[in-house]
C-alpha cells in the first residue's frame, strides 16, 4: 500500500539544516542616561515596583523619597534602597516640590486616584498595570490629563520590559510579517512560586495579600492581568479603534474566594487586526518560573511566536523569538537586547512627548480592558463542585 502512495504521502517530510536559521542579537551596554530627574514612590503593595524603578533609573531617575501602606513591605524595600528618605504620608510625596515623577504599585483600585492627585500636583505618573479599575476612574484620568497636561502612564511590562516583545515590535513595523491579522495572547499565571511560599506580605491569605481575592481590590482578572494582553493587542495591530466581542471568567478551583478569578479570556476587533488573549491562575510547579507567556502574530506575509519567560522542555532561557516569513524560518535570542523604556520615558517626562508610551493607546488598553470585565459571562463547569 505505501509503494503505490504518492512520494510526497509515502515519504516523511524532510527539513533541510539551512532552511532554519539561528542568531542571538548582538550585545550593547546601555546608553549613559542623558536626562535626570527626582522621582519619588507611592505605594508599593505589589512587587512589580521593583522593576518599574530600576527602568527609570536606567534612563537617569533619582529615586529620593518613599511612602508605603505595609510596615512589612516597607523594611524590605529599604533594605534595597537604604538612601531613600520615608515619607509619612502619600501628600509628603505627591507635594515635593523636587519631585518630577511618582511611581505607584498600591492597591490596584487606589492606583487611579493617587495619580489623579498628583497631576494636579504637577507631577507625571506611572502606575503598575492594572492602573485604572473602573469608567468612573478613566473618566477622571482623561479630564485631569487634559486639565493639567501631565502625562498618565501604565507600565505594561509584558511588552515594554521583555527584550523578545521590543524586538517584535521592531520586526513588526519594519514589515517582516507584513500587515498583522490577529494578535493571541496565551497569559498563565502562578499564584505561589512554590509550595508554602509567600507571595504576599505578612498576614496575607494563600501566598497573597487580602486585596489579590476581592475583585473590587484588583480590578477582576481581565481588567488586572489582561490589561497588559490588551496593550499589546494594540500595540501590534496598530488599532486605534477596538471593541471587546466576547469575554468570560470563571472560578474554578479557588472557592474559598469567591471573588476572584483564576481563568479568563476575551475576543477583541479593532480597526487594523483582531486579537484573543486567554488568562489563567494554573501555571504547575513544574515549569520552573511564573508563566509560560507567548504571544503569536498573525501577518499576511508571515507570523512571529514569542516565547517570553521559558522554552519549556527545551531550555529555561527566555525572550524567545521565532519567525517565519516568505523565505525561511528563524530563531532570535533576544536576551542581549537593550530595553529603551526607562530612557524614552524619562526623556519623554523632560521633553513633554510620547515616545516610551502613546498616551492615547495606553487609556485605550484600560478602556477595553475594563468593559472586557465589566460585560463578561460568569461561567461553570460542571466538575467544579468535585474538585
Given at each position: ?5 504518492p ?6 517530510p ?11 542579537l ?28 530600576e ?16 510596615p ?15 515619607a ?6 505627591i507635594?515635593?516640590s ?49 486639565a493639567?497636561?501631565?502625562?498618565y ?7 515594554l ?18 500587515n ?21 506580605s ?7 495579600p ?22 499589546q ?39 487594523n ?13 513544574g515549569?520552573?518560573t ?49 530595553l ?11 521633553n513633554?512627548?510620547?515616545t ?19 460585560h ?12
Amino acid at each position: 500500500m505505501i509503494s503505490a502512495l504518492p512520494s510526497f504521502a509515502a515519504a516523511p517530510p524532510v527539513i533541510s539544516g539551512d532552511s532554519v536559521r539561528e542568531e542571538v542579537l548582538p550585545f550593547s551596554e546601555d546608553a549613559p542616561p542623558q536626562h535626570s530627574i527626582k522621582f519619588g514612590v507611592c505605594g508599593i503593595s505589589h512587587p512589580h515596583i521593583y522593576g518599574m524603578i530600576e527602568a527609570v533609573k536606567r534612563g537617569g531617575g533619582v529615586l529620593t523619597k518613599v511612602w508605603a501602606l505595609e510596615p512589612e513591605l516597607l523594611a524590605a524595600f529599604q533594605k534595597r534602597y537604604p538612601d531613600v528618605a520615608v515619607a509619612k504620608t502619600q501628600d509628603e510625596v505627591i507635594h515635593d516640590s523636587s519631585i518630577q515623577l511618582v511611581l505607584s504599585s498600591q492597591i490596584a483600585n487606589e492606583r487611579a486616584p493617587i495619580g489623579i492627585r498628583c497631576m494636579k500636583a504637577g507631577k507625571d505618573f506611572l502606575s503598575d498595570k492594572p492602573g485604572i479599575t473602573t469608567l468612573e476612574q478613566l473618566k477622571e484620568v482623561r479630564e485631569t490629563i487634559a486639565a493639567t497636561k501631565r502625562i498618565y502612564a501604565i507600565m505594561y511590562s509584558e511588552r515594554l520590559e521583555v527584550k523578545a516583545a521590543v524586538k517584535a515590535g521592531e520586526l513588526i513595523q519594519a514589515g517582516a510579517i507584513g500587515n498583522v491579522i490577529q494578535t493571541i495572547n496565551i497569559a498563565p499565571h502562578q499564584i505561589r512560586q512554590k509550595p508554602g511560599s509567600d507571595a504576599g506580605s505578612a498576614g496575607s491569605i494563600d501566598g497573597r495579600p487580602a486585596w489579590f481575592w476581592k475583585d473590587v481590590q484588583f480590578g477582576g482578572i481581565l481588567c488586572d492581568i489582561g490589561s497588559h494582553q490588551v496593550d499589546q493587542f494594540l500595540y501590534y495591530t496598530g488599532s486605534t479603534q477596538a471593541e471587546v466581542v466576547a469575554s468570560q471568567v470563571a472560578n474554578v478551583r479557588h472557592p474559598s474566594h469567591p471573588e476572584f478569578q483564576d481563568f479568563g479570556d476575551m475576543m477583541l476587533r479593532g480597526n487594523n487586526g483582531f486579537g484573543y488573549v486567554r488568562l489563567d491562575w494554573f501555571t504547575p510547579y513544574g515549569l520552573g518560573t511564573w508563566g509560560d507567556g507567548r504571544l503569536f502574530v498573525l501577518g499576511t506575509e508571515g507570523y512571529i511566536e514569542l516565547r517570553k519567560y521559558t522554552n519549556v522542555a527545551v531550555s529555561k532561557q527566555g525572550n524567545n523569538l521565532f519567525i517565519v516569513d516568505q523565505k525561511e524560518a528563524r530563531y532570535i535570542d533576544c536576551n542581549n537586547l537593550t530595553l529603551p523604556f526607562g530612557p524614552q520615558f524619562v526623556s519623554d517626562i523632560v521633553n513633554r512627548t510620547h515616545t516610551a508610551q502613546d498616551q492615547t493607546q495606553c487609556l485605550l488598553a484600560a478602556e477595553l480592558s475594563i468593559k472586557a470585565q465589566m460585560h463578561a459571562t460568569h461561567a461553570h463547569l460542571a466538575w467544579e463542585s468535585r474538585a
